[in-house]
């Protein structure tokens, strides 16, 4: 599987963006895609996923009610809204070909995408 991430940039404090990622190659039928964060000098973390077929969607507490997540099982995109400077990091689209619920969704991706930098300025 390949994954195609495409968005980011850079916005002022309160601004939106939108990410967009699109899988090609070997697609399950069943699947989750989502999307992770990272800073210089920390661990890469969750940011919200979602599973196919009607599946289930999961956020990280700190990006729920500004972040929303959709996708059909080829391409997940993430609208971010009302964005604060700690969310600036290069974000990284992922997959993996099982649907999950809940914590589950939170790791354990088999294939990731090229990272597309979002800044946001004070």
């Known amino acids: 599987v390949q994954l195609q991430a495409s968005g980011g940039g850079t916005v002022q404090a309160g601004g939106s963006l939108r990410l967009s990622c699109a899988a090609s190659g070997d697609i399950s039928y069943g699947n989750t895609m989502g999307w992770f964060r990272q800073t210089p000098g920390k661990e890469r973390e969750f940011v919200a996923a979602?599973?196919?077929?009607?599946?289930n969607t999961v956020y990280a507490d700190s990006v729920k009610g500004r972040f929303t997540i959709s996708g059909d099982g080829h391409t997940v995109t993430l609208k971010l809204n009302d964005l604060k400077p700690e969310d600036t990091a290069v974000y990284y689209c992922a997959y993996k070909n099982r649907r999950c619920v809940g914590s589950a969704c939170t790791s354990g991706y088999d294939y990731w995408g090229q990272g597309t930098q979002v800044t946001v300025s004070s």
């Open positions: 979602k599973s196919s077929s009607g599946g």
